[in-house]
């Protein structure tokens, strides 16, 4: 399966319930999608008997979560501002400036990410659709470069980690194939509302 795009990068706060669900406020397309980078970590041993390795374990335990978009989308700067709990008064008589403030003692918020990439199975275009239901995201991160002699675009990314949600079976990411673009993002929408 060769992904190759990248679209409808959707997050929602994460709210666990009594219940054994996962209910997601706030769900809001990110921004345009450039990059999502998932990468897994591992708890690892080994026994050696021998001089030589006995046995060997590895355990997924979670990852972490690179993302890239061209902006952060303006309702997506007001639910971040939320979930960072953070805000910024505007200056009297001044127009309103919508951003977040990042402080030292901001910590990060659990979301559910949904995300999905076309690619190609077997000769045919499907789109792989993959949603991670607990991630702590971090305020964004910013980069910036003086105008010279060729133009390089400066783009916002966040960072955070994926971890075994609080549910039954403690899933870290999900993945399935949809034959039409509208039927993964009703995927990730539906996840992204109420999830078991």
Same mark, same amino acid.
């Given at each position: ?12 706060? #994460? ?18 999608? &450039?990059? %999502? ?16 390795? #006995? ?9 972490? &979560? ?31 400036? &919508? ?15 949904? $995300? ?18 607990? %991630? =702590?995201?971090?305020?964004?991160? =910013? ?7 060729? %133009? ?12 075994? #949600? ?6 870290? $990411? ?9 039927? #993964? ?12």
């Amino acid at each position: 399966m060769p992904a190759f795009d990248l679209r409808y990068i959707k997050i929602g706060y #994460a709210e666990p319930q009594g219940n054994g669900t996962i209910k997601y406020r706030q769900a809001k397309l990110l921004g345009d999608a &450039i990059t %999502v980078n998932m990468e897994l970590r591992f708890a690892e041993a080994r026994a050696w008997a021998e001089s030589n390795i #006995a046995a060997a374990l590895r355990r997924v335990i979670g990852g972490t &979560i690179s993302i890239g978009v061209d902006q952060i989308n303006k309702d997506a700067y007001v639910s971040i501002n939320e979930m960072f709990r953070s805000s910024r008064t505007p200056i009297p008589d001044e127009e309103t400036i &919508i951003g977040h403030t990042v402080r030292m003692s901001g910590g990060a918020i659990a979301a559910g990410l949904g $995300f999905y990439a076309p690619d190609m199975v077997d000769g045919v275009e499907k789109y792989c659709c993959v949603f991670a239901p607990w %991630v =702590q995201i971090y305020p964004p991160t =910013q980069g910036y470069q003086t105008l010279g002699e060729n %133009v390089t675009f400066s783009t916002p990314t966040l960072t955070g980690e994926f971890m075994p #949600a609080p549910l039954a079976g403690h899933p870290l $990411f999900e993945t399935g194939i949809a034959d039409r673009e509208d039927r #993964a993002i009703s995927w990730i929408d539906k996840l992204l509302g109420t999830y078991s």
